[in-house]
């Protein structure tokens, strides 16, 4: 996990409008509990988290009401087109999303096939990422400092059981400022410092991993 983030690219700015990955490191953590055949990552630093499903088994992702939003099936991945969350993660920054008056998190799914024969598929989860206009308090104190912003989960079930994709943001100070150089060794003492809980429950995951396979 240490390694991810140390080695993740980082920008200048800050905010949901500015580029991927700008300044800030999403990283997945594990599922909890574990499914076998399962798997997410972040991809663009902070920007998009994708979802593989190679488990038979059929996985929803829920919405930011805790709606159905995705689901994974082996024909195909589906979006809830009643969703907020269908509208709201196609852009970086959900501020600039155009969610329909049909879309009610309350209401029946209504699901639309997005990949054919595909088991993965990616969208902006701003739940992963920073979405305000400001830095976090930290980073506008300590710009030059390696920060861990917050811990995150993405609620989701297998065939009906449910589990969480976990994980957490970190800051990086962009190449070129103060505290740019050397961020590796400084990063990994943040993380250790502050995501021990992450680290175990990734030790949880694999212990149960390694009982369950054949």
Same mark, same amino acid.
């Given at each position: 996990?240490?390694? @991810?983030?140390?080695?993740? %690219?980082?920008?200048?700015?800050? !905010? %949901? +409008?500015? =580029?991927?990955?700008?300044?800030?490191?999403?990283?997945?953590?594990? /599922?909890?509990?574990?499914? &076998? @055949?399962?798997?997410?990552?972040?991809?663009?630093?902070?920007?998009?988290?994708? &979802? *593989?499903?190679?488990?038979?088994?059929?996985?929803?992702? *829920?919405? #930011? +009401? @805790?709606?159905? $939003?995705?689901?994974?099936? %082996?024909?195909?991945?589906?979006?809830?087109?009643?969703?907020?969350?269908? #509208? &709201?993660?196609?852009?970086?920054? =959900? *501020?600039?999303?155009?969610?329909?008056?049909?879309?009610?998190?309350?209401?029946?799914?209504?699901?639309?096939?997005?990949?054919?024969?595909?088991?993965?598929?990616?969208?902006?989860?701003?739940?992963?990422?920073?979405?305000?206009?400001?830095?976090?308090?930290?980073?506008?104190?300590? =710009?030059?400092?390696?920060? &861990?912003? $917050?811990?995150?989960?993405?609620?989701?079930? *297998?065939?009906?059981?449910? $589990? +969480?994709?976990?994980?957490? /943001?970190? #800051?990086?100070?962009?190449? !070129?400022?103060?505290?740019?150089?050397?961020?590796?060794?400084?990063?990994?003492?943040?993380?250790?410092?502050?995501?021990?809980?992450?680290?175990?429950?990734?030790?949880?995951?694999?212990?149960?991993?390694?009982?369950?396979?054949?």
């Amino acid at each position: 996990m240490a390694a @991810g983030l140390a080695l993740a %690219p980082a920008a200048v700015g800050h !905010g %949901p +409008a500015a =580029p991927a990955g700008v300044g800030y490191v999403s990283t997945v953590a594990s /599922l909890e509990p574990n499914v &076998l @055949g399962v798997s997410a990552r972040v991809l663009g630093g902070d920007d998009r988290l994708r &979802l *593989a499903n190679y488990s038979g088994k059929t996985v929803v992702v *829920a919405g #930011y +009401a @805790g709606e159905p $939003f995705l689901r994974f099936t %082996p024909s195909g991945v589906y979006e809830n087109t009643r969703s907020p969350a269908t #509208y &709201l993660s196609r852009v970086r920054d =959900p *501020a600039q999303a155009q969610v329909p008056a049909s879309a009610d998190p309350k209401a029946s799914p209504r699901w639309r096939k997005v990949a054919r024969g595909q088991q993965s598929f990616e969208w902006h989860d701003h739940r992963i990422h920073w979405t305000e206009n400001e830095p976090p308090a930290a980073v506008q104190r300590a =710009p030059d400092e390696v920060h &861990l912003i $917050f811990r995150w989960a993405v609620p989701a079930r *297998a065939d009906g059981r449910p $589990f +969480a994709i976990s994980g957490f /943001l970190g #800051y990086v100070p962009p190449p !070129g400022e103060p505290g740019g150089s050397g961020t590796s060794g400084r990063l990994l003492a943040a993380v250790i410092g502050g995501s021990v809980i992450a680290v175990a429950a990734i030790g949880t995951g694999a212990r149960r991993a390694r009982r369950r396979a054949p």
